[in-house]
Structures are given as structure tokens and as C-alpha cells.
């Protein structure tokens, strides 16, 4: 596999950091996710959710155990100074250290990239804090739903008069992509110098590109866009469709003529279609209140996987708004076999989300499942490091080292 023989030391924990790392292994790099007892992932949110299974609730997160497929993982505790030169140690060996805590704490750690490339010169280290690590906010600190409404997505996101309706979903995997670039070019760089780099990556940056259009027609044309809901700024029609059944639905996006002729035929050419409000683009966005319940007099007839074979055969652009467990059983994903089932300690056998990027040369592949807390302690710390096992057993006395969470994740 392509990247066979890189080593990412991984600090990051929640999403963007952890979803760019299981990327990186799917592609065959080695990831060693440094979680510690004291302070696990947050993402193992079992030890919060009192609906979570009670034995071992830090492994039963589903969050966790996707963005973090196929990584080892060790348990260090970085407050201490073993903690710290153990770390040390296997940035000397590693290739690319990757975290997303605000920039105070490397920094107070002794573990900042001045200290870690004067172990390591060839080490790229990529940081992925919210602000980024300089300017006046750099030290806040945040989540998926205040990134949306700090880089700009919140004031566009909803129905006309409405208050902001947050998404919660899909900014970290932006960040994460955003990261997945930075250090392929990192290493890039690497190749022809052998110099390592620093990488400086703002989240709320990275996601303000989801917003760039917004920002350009304000700057351009001193036009603030609104909340329109599942609207178009000019197609029309465009939104989610009432189908047949309980809390089924289809999304259509009509973006020209042609589609529309289209969408008519497909739909049986009814009188309405021809009325003069609907006679060209612009009446028809202007009058999308009226097409709307035209539309799903139509939509509500069919299942929604029946109306997007029609729609789609017509030459329409439709897709069934589809529920995850519907997205299990999608014939389409099935025939590409993008699921794929991973058995796991403590949770047993699932289907995960499966290979996004499919190289024909050098394909990918996920190595396992992800790791419970401290689960590869000996494998690192004695196979790659060498440290003996009785000093390893010290470590775990003293609690540096562990397998089981010594406090709440916060």
C-alpha cells in the first residue's frame, strides 16, 4: 500500500484529527492512537451516556470505533516525565505526529514542534486547533456544533424566519480532508529534502470554504444571504418531497429547462405543468410555494425509492433521503461492497463504513478494528521501543500506563 512504512504518532482525539489518522492507515500507514488514562478520547462517550451498555461503556462508543479503525493504541500519561520520554521515543522512530488540543497545551507539555523536530528533523507535525495557532482566539476551545456557527454555516441554515438549524455533521471530515492534503504535501516535501514541517491548520478556516459562495456574493454584490431551508438561491423545483409511508422522503434539484421538461414527462405532463407560472426558471422560483405542493401531490404517490428510479430514468436528479438503516441494505453500496463487517472486543461484529478512495494500483485496506483503551501497551512499548516488561509493569503501577479509565471523560 501506498503509504507502507510511514509512522503517525496520533494525539488527536473526537473527529477531524482521528478521521485524517484511519484514512492514513487505510492507505498503510501505521497509526499509534496516545490516548491516557486519566484523559481517554472523548469520543468514547460511553463513559457519559447512561443508556451505554455497562460493561466497559469507553467501548461501546460507535463514534469511536469508526474513526478509529485499524489503529494501535496505547494509553501514556504525558503529565508525567516517563510519560514524556516515552513520547519522546517514539517521535525519534515516527514520521508524523498529528494532534488538535488548543496551542497552550504541547506547548506547556514540552512537547511543541521546536522540541520534537530537534529529536526528529524529518518529523512533519500537523496541528488542527479550532483558531488555528496564533491569533487572538487561538486558546478557545470548541466542538462540531460551535465550529458550524463560527466559520459562517449557522446564519445559513434554515427555514425563512427561523432560528439557525445546526447540522452538527459534517465539519470535522472537511478539517480532516483539509489535514490528509497539508501532509501529503508535507511529505512531499520530505522526499526531495528531507526536511519535516510544522503544519498550521485551522478548523473554522478549513470550513469556511463550505460557506465560500455566501462570502463572495457579499463581497461582490453587498447581498447577505438568508436562510432559505431546503430551497435553491435559483433552482427551483428544489427541496425534500413527502413519498409514500411513514416519514419517507426524496430530494429533487431541477437546476434548468431541460431538466424540467424532464421532470414533466417523467411525472405524466399534468395541466399544471404548463401553466405560465411555471414556464421558465425564474417563475418557477418565483412561485415555489404553489410548485411545491404540486410536487409532492406527485412525490406522495410513490415510495421513495420508486420516485428517484423514475425521476433519475427521466433524466432527473433525484435521491431518496435515506435513514441509516436503510443505507445498510442500499442495493447500490452492497454491489460496491462499501460496508464492511469488522469484529471488535466488547461490541462483537458490525458493518462500518468502508474505503472511500479506491486505488487501482496499490488499494487500500482497514487493518482492524479500533483499539480498546491501552490495548497494544506491550506490543509499542516492548516490541517497538524495547522497554522491558518489568519496567512496563512499573509503569502500570505507577498509572503512566493502563487499560482502564481512571477518570470521566469530560
Known amino acids: 500500500m501506498i503509504f507502507q512504512g510511514i509512522r503517525v504518532i496520533d494525539l488527536s482525539m473526537g473527529w477531524a484529527g482521528p478521521l485524517a489518522t484511519r484514512l492514513l492507515g487505510e492507505m498503510g500507514a501505521e497509526i499509534i492512537k496516545v490516548e491516557s488514562c486519566q484523559r481517554p478520547d472523548w469520543w468514547r462517550g460511553g463513559l457519559r451516556r447512561p443508556e451505554t451498555p455497562?460493561?466497559?461503556?469507553?467501548?461501546n462508543s460507535p463514534h469511536f470505533n469508526s474513526a478509529n479503525l485499524g489503529k494501535y493504541g496505547i494509553t501514556l500519561d504525558l503529565a508525567t516525565p516517563e510519560?514524556?520520554?516515552?513520547?519522546?521515543?517514539?517521535?525519534?522512530?515516527?514520521?508524523?505526529?498529528?494532534?488538535?488540543?488548543?496551542?497552550?497545551?504541547?506547548?506547556?507539555?514540552?512537547?511543541?514542534?521546536?522540541?520534537?523536530?530537534?529529536?526528529?528533523?524529518?518529523?512533519?507535525?500537523?496541528?488542527?486547533?479550532l483558531f488555528g495557532t496564533t491569533g487572538p482566539w487561538c486558546n478557545y476551545t470548541a466542538y462540531g456544533q460551535t465550529t458550524e456557527c463560527l466559520c459562517g454555516t449557522g446564519s445559513v441554515t434554515g427555514y425563512t424566519d427561523g432560528p439557525p438549524r445546526?447540522?452538527?455533521?459534517?465539519?470535522?471530515?472537511?478539517s480532516a480532508l483539509y489535514a490528509n492534503t497539508a501532509i501529503l504535501m508535507a511529505l512531499h516535501h520530505r522526499l526531495s529534502t528531507g526536511e519535516g514541517q510544522f503544519i498550521d491548520l485551522s478548523q473554522v478556516e478549513s470550513d469556511i470554504n463550505l460557506v465560500g459562495g455566501t462570502v463572495m456574493d457579499y463581497s461582490m454584490n453587498k447581498r447577505p444571504q438568508s436562510k432559505i431551508g431546503n430551497r435553491h438561491p435559483s433552482m427551483a423545483p428544489h427541496g425534500c418531497y413527502r413519498c409514500k409511508g411513514e416519514d419517507s422522503w426524496i430530494a429533487i434539484a431541477v437546476s434548468n429547462d431541460r431538466e424540467w421538461e424532464n421532470f414533466c414527462t417523467a411525472i405524466g405532463n399534468p395541466p399544471w405543468t404548463k401553466e405560465s407560472r411555471f414556464s421558465d426558471s425564474l417563475s418557477r422560483w418565483k412561485d415555489q410555494d404553489g410548485l411545491d405542493?404540486?410536487?409532492?401531490?406527485?412525490?406522495?404517490?410513490?415510495?421513495?425509492?420508486?420516485?428517484m428510479q423514475i425521476l433519475q430514468k427521466a433524466g432527473v436528479p433525484a435521491g431518496a433521503v435515506l435513514p441509516g438503516e436503510e443505507l445498510l441494505s442500499d442495493p447500490h453500496l452492497q454491489e460496491r461492497g462499501f460496508f464492511q463487517e469488522i469484529t471488535r472486543a466488547h461490541v462483537g461484529t458490525h458493518p462500518y463504513p468502508g474505503l472511500v478512495i479506491r486505488l487501482s494500483e496499490t488499494p487500500g485496506a482497514i487493518r482492524g478494528p479500533a483499539p480498546c483503551l491501552g490495548e497494544h501497551n506491550e506490543y509499542i512499548l516492548n516490541?517497538?521501543?524495547?522497554?522491558?516488561?518489568?519496567?512496563?509493569?512499573k509503569l502500570e503501577q505507577k498509572k503512566i500506563i493502563g487499560i482502564e479509565p481512571i477518570m470521566q471523560v469530560t
Do not use: C
Open 383 to 393: 516490541g517497538l521501543l524495547g522497554i522491558s516488561h518489568e519496567d512496563i509493569e
Open 293 to 307: 405542493i404540486l410536487v409532492e401531490q406527485w412525490t406522495s404517490q410513490y415510495d421513495h425509492y420508486e420516485a
Open 83 to 129: 510519560g514524556i520520554d516515552i513520547f519522546k521515543r517514539l517521535v525519534k522512530i515516527g514520521d508524523i505526529v498529528i494532534e488538535n488540543y488548543t496551542p497552550r497545551v504541547m506547548k506547556n507539555l514540552g512537547l511543541d514542534y521546536p522540541v520534537l523536530s530537534g529529536i526528529n528533523p524529518s518529523l512533519i507535525m500537523i496541528s488542527l486547533p
Open 54 to 59: 455497562q460493561d466497559k461503556p469507553y467501548e
Open 166 to 174: 445546526l447540522q452538527s455533521m459534517g465539519y470535522d471530515p472537511v
